[in-house]
């Protein structure tokens, strides 16, 4: 589709990156193959000098994770893609083949649970000089990276607590210390926010989220220049074999087919949860990009095309009034997944963040009484009346 450029997003969902076969099927044919055959042994050697441009071995590449590299690159508006088996393996291979024993390496401090670990723990293993900073603090930013810094690592709106960051203001920081920004864009998802187009220099997705959105299967995608991806990124996820499968790749490719109707959709139930939770008395704080009242909400308005389908909410009365809102739901689901059709509800402070540590979770905000909460396509009211089921046993437990 060779169009598709000039396309809408909405219209390239569902028309770029399409590799029609010769039998011209409407719908897009699964390659479940591990190889491909030569005509001869000089195509063979041709294929494995790069002269001739052919499939051979789907660890390094698959007619479907063409499909999906390409429609990827044409929503991010990014020259080169490179698909992961997962989301962490995406930020692990953003991160590993910039830097080296010795550098120095600096990220908020809110980050998805692993991608913490890896900055944390492993890192420092290898000899690279790790350093958290708060991510909304642009006076903790210009310290941090006042020394050479190989790369930085952000994540906005940052899991779970729904903080936004200044993405063109990092951005100048690490390009002035030597290094390359790594933004991980779950939470905006590719509709809401192109943070190349605000001076990163890597974005990263677990396509395991909005991308799928239906539950089905894990992803990653890593996108970026040529020279970033294809030199870089792309030799690290072949070689260490961190591959996306072909059938994963056409499970995503068919899922980006709906995701403006998907993430448009819960954005606006979101929205109208976050006004009904912001009401109640029995709630503390509604982290929601598109309330007024969100710390960062003018940088969001010009960040971000649009909010979020994400809430982080605290209850009043900490682990025992957040477990009792929880248990009272029929139909939010307790689980640790996101940008799924179905709400879904997480306690990040017994889950997601529990290995972190009281002090630092407390620091990220996560207190005992947090919620981050998935908003689902489901009827709102129906996703109302629930919350307001949630509420109504929180507020029994208190005597008044
Ligand atoms: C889920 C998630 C990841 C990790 O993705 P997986 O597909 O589970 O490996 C990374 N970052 C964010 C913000 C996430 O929500």
Known sequence: ??????????????????????????????????GFIYDSAEQAERTFTGEEDRYQYSRFNNPNLTSLQNRLSILENAEACVLTSTGMSAIYASLMPLIKTGDRVVASRALFG?????????????????????????????????????AVLIETPSNPMLDILDIKAIADLTHKAGGKLIVDNVFATPLYQHPLQWGADIVVYSCTKHIDG???????????????????????????GISLSPFNAWVLF???????????????????????????????????PGLKSHPHYELGQKQMSASSTMIGFEIKGG??????????????????????????????????????????????????????FSVG???????????QRGLDAVAALSPS
């Not at 670990?117 to 909304?136: A, C, R, Y």
């Not at 489901?378 to 629930?386: A, F, H, L, R, T």
Request: hydrophobic letters at 35%; glycine letters at 6%; a negative charge.
């Open 377 to 387: 396509i489901e009827d709102v009211q129906d996703i109302i009346e629930d919350l």
């Open 1 to 34: 589709m060779k169009r598709a450029k000039t396309y809408r997003p909405a219209t390239q969902l569902i028309h770029g990156g399409v590799e029609r076969t010769s039998f011209d099927e409407t719908s897009d044919a699964v390659f479940l193959t591990s």
């Open 114 to 150: 692993s991608s913490y670990w890896i900055v944390e723990n492993l890192l420092p293993k290898l000899g690279i000089e790790t350093v958290f900073v708060d991510g909304t603090k642009l006076d903790q930013w210009q310290e941090a990276l006042s020394k050479p810094t190989a």
């Open 254 to 288: 068919k899922g980006l087919e709906t995701l403006p109707l998907r993430v448009e959709k819960m954005t606006q139930n979101a929205q109208a949860c976050s006004e009904f939770l912001e009401k109640s008395p029995l709630i503390s704080r509604v982290l929601y």
């Open 214 to 240: 239906q539950g089905r299967v894990l992803g990653g995608a890593v996108l970026g220049n040529k020279e970033t991806i294809e030199d870089n990124i792309t030799p690290f996820v072949r070689n260490t």
């Open 319 to 372: 682990k025992k009034a957040a477990f009792t809102f929880m248990n009272a739901l029929e139909l939010i689901l307790i689980s640790n997944n996101l940008g799924d059709n179905r709400c879904i509800m997480t306690h990040p402070a017994t889950t997601t963040h529990m290995k972190i540590g009281e002090k630092e979770r407390l620091h990220l905000g996560i207190t005992d009484g947090s919620i981050r």
